[in-house]
């Protein structure tokens, strides 16, 4: 390097501390000072901001928002701009028209009110940053992460030798189930080692049975995994959405006749849609007659593991080879917060790779803890602290009454809309999904779809509250999501009104 070029370590240190180096978060008092402020003024600002609004949505257009957004030049001046600054910018831009997930009238998709307890967790978990992947990254936070996994083991009623990773949520855990079932299938009827030799011939030939209701991630995995989305072979379901066991065992037949290879069953145990819990009890048996993996989707009814007056429900999930759970869905965990368990831990040898600056051998044999072996991320966010700190503060038995009063509002909505004959609900529900639609008149199909259509779309830009829609077998339902303990019965009627108003609309305009 040109003596023009170089630069003292006192120069460089001179050149951050005049410009840079008050925003390096650091044990420096000056750094510490900044942090408690910046903190500060910002949740002052969301504080100020939560008591403000009284509605899930404003209403704003797609286009008034991405108009503010394209109008930003995000390097406007070298000097950058101070903290007040953004967060005045962010009201604009984001948080004025931000969707309250928390708000009783927020019913829509699978999002929970978050608890405060995780808040101060994710305090400690972007500012201290620690990674999951090596012990000497993480330390405490390695056994934190074991114990919880531990704990979740037990209430699935796994054997001892069972084990789990926390993931980036429901897809990636659901990849992992179905990697190692596609794995286990060729290591034990193959001559090879897929992790080294990859898949053989008849991979195209592997099957995936799952109901005709379940997760798409699975067609979308399976394409990841190489098998493609026609490995998937869905199952009918009965009158209430489960798994029609006797349609699985003639699908397993017509698939090998067919010649094609069945490797795995995919078990639902809370679908997106309806919340149906497939009969694992009996999926469990049918797969193990026939040799195949056994993999359950629990990440939406994962929550009822906890419930006194629910766990029932999951009965057969213990007999399962692998489990996917959400706990930023029914655990009330802000995302992302998913585990994949795995019944065996041995299973994990066919995903695991030593990097020796990462989980050498040698350090393995020293007792020290591998965690990166079990995950197909290397980096981690150390998400687990936010469970630890809900279970410390809140307790088991305060964190399942949250899922017992969401049952509860499903249950109270289904008789609630059944008592009337203005609406068709479809299912019974099991966790805190109910769909319906509202049927006026007697008429075609069709005007329903346009109908229920035009609803869902007139109370979102309302912003007053916030449901969904779905299509089953391509007619257009309603859906309510009710994840919400804070949601009352009185608040339910309210957007039941709303649909009514808004129907009665669409009915003088068209």
Not at 411 to 433: K, M, Q, W
């Amino acid at each position: 390097m040109e003596a023009r070029e170089q630069i003292t370590t006192i120069e460089l240190k001179k050149v951050l501390e005049k410009k840079h180096d008050k925003h390096i978060f650091s044990n420096n008092k000056k750094a510490i000072s900044l942090y408690k402020k910046s903190m500060k003024k910002t949740i002052k600002l969301i504080a100020n901001h939560l008591e403000s609004r009284d509605t899930p949505f404003t209403g704003a257009s797609i286009s008034s928002i991405k108009e503010k957004i394209d109008a930003i030049v995000l390097e406007e001046k070298d000097q950058g701009n101070s903290l007040e600054y953004v967060l005045d910018e962010l009201k604009g831009i984001y948080l004025n028209d931000c969707i309250h997930f928390h708000n009783p009238k927020y019913i829509a998709h699978l999002n929970c009110p978050i608890l405060t307890p995780t808040l101060v967790a994710e305090a400690f978990i972007s500012s201290l940053n620690s990674s999951m992947d090596t012990w000497d990254q993480s330390t405490g936070a390695t056994f934190i992460e074991l114990k919880l996994i531990d704990w979740t083991i037990e209430k699935l009623g796994y054997p001892e030798r069972a084990d789990g990773i926390f993931t980036s949520g429901g897809t990636q855990s659901n990849l992992m189930g179905l990697l190692l079932a596609r794995d286990h299938f060729v290591k034990k009827n193959y001559n090879m080692d897929p992790k080294m030799d990859g898949l053989p011939a008849d991979a195209s030939k592997f099957r995936v049975l799952c109901s005709e209701v379940s997760h798409f991630s699975l067609k979308k995995n399976l394409s990841l995994l190489g098998l493609g989305q026609n490995a998937v072979v869905p199952v009918a379901v009965d009158t209430d959405f489960k798994m029609n066991v006797q349609a699985l065992k003639k699908v397993i037949q017509q698939q090998k006749d067919l010649g094609n290879i069945p490797i795995a069953i995919v078990g639902t145990g809370g679908t997106t849609d309806f919340g149906s819990i497939d009969p694992l009890t009996q999926i469990a048996a049918i797969a193990k007659e026939n040799k195949l993996w056994f993999h359950v989707d629990a990440a939406y009814g994962g929550g009822l593991l906890i419930s006194e007056k629910h766990n029932h429900k999951l009965d057969g999930i213990e007999l399962s080879d692998s489990v996917t759970i959400d706990y930023h869905k029914t655990f009330y965990q802000p995302v992302s917060s998913s585990v994949f368990f795995m019944r065996d831990k041995s299973y994990v040898d066919y995903i695991k790779y030593h990097a020796d600056y990462l989980n050498s051998k040698e350090q393995e044999d020293e007792g020290i803890p591998n965690m990166v072996k079990k995950s197909i991320q290397t980096t981690r966010r150390f998400d687990a602290l936010k469970l630890w700190f809900t279970l410390r503060i809140i307790g088991t038995k305060g964190l399942s009454t949250y899922m017992d009063k969401a049952i509860d509002n499903a249950l109270f909505t289904a008789d609630f809309l059944r008592r009337r004959d203005d609406f068709e609900v479809i299912h019974n529900p099991e966790i805190s999904t109910i769909v319906f639609r509202y049927k006026p008149w007697k008429t075609d199909e069709g005007s329903f779809c346009s109908l229920n259509s035009y609803i869902r779309k007139a109370i979102f830009n309302e912003g007053k509250a916030i449901i969904t829609s779905t299509k089953v077998y391509n007619e257009v339902f309603l859906k309510f999501t009710l994840l919400n303990p804070l949601t009352t019965q009185a608040d339910i009627e309210e957007i039941i009104n709303l649909i009514v108003l808004h129907g009665q609309e669409y009915t003088l305009i068209n």
